[in-house]
């Protein structure tokens, strides 16, 4: 199938199919084609902004703090949208965590993981929240992980010291509490 006419399809099927989740779904072009990105649409925090440009180049709703952007930032915070029909390889919520801890310890080995607590979005979707603390070099982030309708759901804030992302935790806690995806 030509990248075009599957790129068609594709928005035939996103658009005949319900979706239960506020996300925002966009297209930008890439490589030759163009590539469908989901994210969470929530507003963002007291002195933070959504850096447009690298939420549209990462396929993230890309938020930093007032007066940096997010490539430059020190801590970041950002969400992203995994629409199941196109990840048929993680069936489950536990799956998709169980692979990102994976992916997190290939990297750093020696790398530190504790779940802390749950965490509700503004709808009172439950998300389950993990710290990845780096044994060296690396950054420090909370991963706090959902499922709503066709949608995984992911939030992150990271950082590239402890006390950033210590810092920033309460703005993270309102991002996600800003999301409302229920109707």
Not at 14 to 42: D, F, H, M, R
């Amino acid at each position: 199938m030509k990248p075009t006419i599957l790129f068609f399809c594709s928005l035939l099927l996103l658009t005949a199919t319900p979706l239960q989740a506020e996300i925002v779904k966009t297209s930008v072009p890439c490589e030759g084609n163009n590539c469908l990105y989901w994210w969470p649409k929530a507003p963002s925090p007291p002195g933070w902004h959504q850096d447009q440009q690298a939420s549209d180049a990462s396929g993230i709703n890309a938020q930093a703090p007032d007066g940096t952007s997010f490539k430059e930032a020190e801590t970041v915070i950002y969400a992203k949208a995994m629409y199941k029909p196109l990840v048929p390889t993680i069936a489950t919520l536990a799956a998709l965590i169980s692979e990102d801890k994976k992916d997190f310890l290939a990297r750093d080995p020696k790398l530190s993981i504790s779940e802390p607590e749950t965490l509700t979005t503004g709808d009172g979707t439950v998300l389950r929240s993990y710290t990845f603390a780096p044994s060296a070099d690396g950054n420090w982030e909370e991963v706090a992980y959902g499922e709503e309708g066709k949608f995984y759901l992911i939030f992150t804030v990271s950082s590239r010291t402890k006390a950033g992302r210590n810092k920033s935790r309460d703005a993270f806690l309102q991002f996600i509490k800003g999301y409302r995806g229920k109707p």
